[in-house]
Structure formats: structure tokens, C-alpha cells
């Protein structure tokens, strides 16, 4: 495996619930590097272009209203396989389908308040 980096996104319900040192560490703890990270709130339109790809999808309203509601931590995450491992440490997309221990079975409310987001 190579040397990756990848996307994170730690979502307002996460950061609302003040978990950002738990999420960090469970990260950290499968030997992903934070390698940049900001807290802010995301604008409108910024959200939108982001999420363009779900543009068509009933949720989509709802989706940009949750990510705008509050501050997020964009995070570059870096490591062997980081893709990968951030998929396996994030959890299914659905916390209730999402494996025991992973950071959306932990902190997860539902599945558009998902506590983390990800992208390769
Ligand atoms: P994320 O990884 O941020 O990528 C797109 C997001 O859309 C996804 O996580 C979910 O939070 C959200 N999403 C997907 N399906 C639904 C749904 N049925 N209802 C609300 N939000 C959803």
C-alpha cells in the first residue's frame, strides 16, 4: 500500500456534542497523521458545489442546512492506505448499519447526521 491522503470532514452534530479529541484519536490511533486541519463554518455555496454530485437527491436541502448549521473540522488525513482505512474507521454511512466501534456507530444520530464525512 501507498502513502495517501484523503478528506475529512468532522460534521456539526460531532463538533456540537464536543467529540473532535475522540474522533481525532481514533484516527490517530490507526496511524493516520492529521496533516492539516481548520475549524469553520462552511458557506452556502461552498456546500452546495461540494456536494453537487447529490444535487438531484430528495435530501439535498437538508443535507446543505446540516452542514451549514455550525462550525466543521476539515481535516487532510495522511498514511499508508489512508482512503481505505478512513472508510473503515468512519463506518457505514447509516450509523445504525455502521460496525461496532466506529466513529459513526459511536457518534452518529442518523444518516445525514452522520458525525463524519469522507472522500477519497
Ligand atoms: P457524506 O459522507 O457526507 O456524503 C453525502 C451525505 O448525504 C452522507 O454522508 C449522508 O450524511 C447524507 N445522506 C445520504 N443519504 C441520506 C438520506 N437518505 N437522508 C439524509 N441524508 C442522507
Redesign the pocket.
Known amino acids: 500500500m501507498s502513502k495517501e491522503v484523503t478528506f475529512s470532514?468532522i460534521?456539526p452534530n460531532a463538533v456540537k456534542k464536543g467529540v473532535i479529541g475522540n474522533i481525532i484519536e481514533q484516527f490517530e490511533n490507526a496511524g493516520l497523521k492529521i496533516a492539516a486541519a481548520k475549524l469553520t463554518v462552511i458557506s452556502r455555496k461552498k456546500c452546495e458545489e461540494f456536494?453537487a454530485e447529490?444535487k438531484e437527491?430528495?435530501?439535498f436541502g437538508?443535507?446543505v442546512d446540516?452542514?451549514t448549521s455550525g462550525p466543521v473540522v476539515l481535516m487532510a488525513l495522511s498514511g499508508e492506505g489512508a482512503v481505505l482505512k478512513n472508510r473503515e474507521i468512519m463506518g457505514a454511512?447509516?450509523p445504525k448499519k455502521a460496525a461496532p466501534g466506529t466513529i459513526r456507530a459511536k457518534h452518529g444520530d442518523?444518516?445525514?447526521?452522520?458525525a463524519?464525512?469522507?472522500?477519497g
Open positions: 470532514i460534521k456536494y447529490h437527491r430528495p435530501f437538508e443535507l446540516f452542514m454511512t447509516d442518523s444518516v445525514g447526521e452522520n463524519v464525512h469522507g472522500s
